[in-house]
């Protein structure tokens, strides 16, 4: 009996995506089904190049065809993917851009820059358009990390007369940073109002094109540069970075607690834990717990949110970052290889967050 297109989706439709608790058929994740004898082809759009989960779907869509349909048949699963967004506002800012994710600590110090770097990189190497925005006005770091101290912004005009500026392009990466447009040497003492224009600058002037994910490396602590961000764009969700001693996560929880304020309410993707235990190069598989052990881990049972990953402190991330490449591009590292799951999680996370939750919207707080 001569398989059928009707066939093929019907097997499918018995292949749950384990995240979003649906089958694919009904989440329109089957396309080009392509039949020729006992040869079966199709496709699979997932909701994110950066998907962990990618062999797993494809191993359970291959039975679903053998055990349904004809157990002889000659399987080929093509992957490919299409990040999803969530955005419901009239897309006059950063209309190009699904997905807006603020990267916060309470804590300075405790490796955000780093992260939200290798994130960006890691995010791009999987096949996603990623653009990051340094939003530390008076601390920047992107411009070192990625070896771009020396790099200035075109601007351009655009034909209804307004400036635009071009953002400076690394690894792939868009990126923008007040470091690009002071000197390395200068202080930036600004008061609030003046750094808060300096990030809806960096949000309305620059031209970020079309983006999967825009990356918001955001000061330490709770500040006006918080409530600009998400009073100007609609914030897909947060990620919460801290180190596992006592005073980083009292610290983180202040962070945390902002974004869930009922007036705000950005969903929290997740929390990471950075310097969670020291291994020396010469020794590998040894962990040394010399900040303490598992305080994020407790913090996001705590707090009822998703535990994203442990990063881990070694003398690489901290070398790679000073010679502006990112400690992801050395393949197969022990550090490069807590990067990429903790970026495989954060980009499972927006997937299942835009699946679940509400639309993201520009927060308005009323005095």
Known sequence: MAITQEDVLKALSYVEEPDLGKDLVTLNMIEDVQINGQDVAFTVILTTPACPLKDLIRNACIRAIHTMVDKDANVTVHM????????????????GVKNIIA??????????STLTANLAVALAQSGAKVGLVDADISGP???TMFGVEDARPAVYRMPDGRNLIEPIEKYGIKLMSIGFLAPAESAVVWRGPMASSALKQFITEVDWGELDYLLIDLPPGTSDIHLTLVQTVPVTGAIILTTPQKVAVADAVKGLQMFRQPQINVPILGLVENMAYFTPAELPENKYYIFGQGGGRDLAERYGVPFIGEVPLVQSIRESGDQ????????????????EKVAQEVARQVS????????????????
């Open 352 to 367: 299942v967050r835009n699946a679940s939750l509400g639309k993201t919207k520009v927060v308005e707080i009323k005095a």
């Open 103 to 112: 990267v916060a600590s309470g804590k300075g110090g405790v490796g955000k």
């Open 324 to 339: 502006g490449a990112p400690q992801i591009l050395q393949e197969g590292t022990a550090a490069s290889l807590a990067f």
């Open 141 to 143: 770091s992107v411009p």
């Open 80 to 95: 490919t993917s299409r990040v999803t967004s969530a955005r419901q506002d009239n897309l006059t800012l950063l209309k």
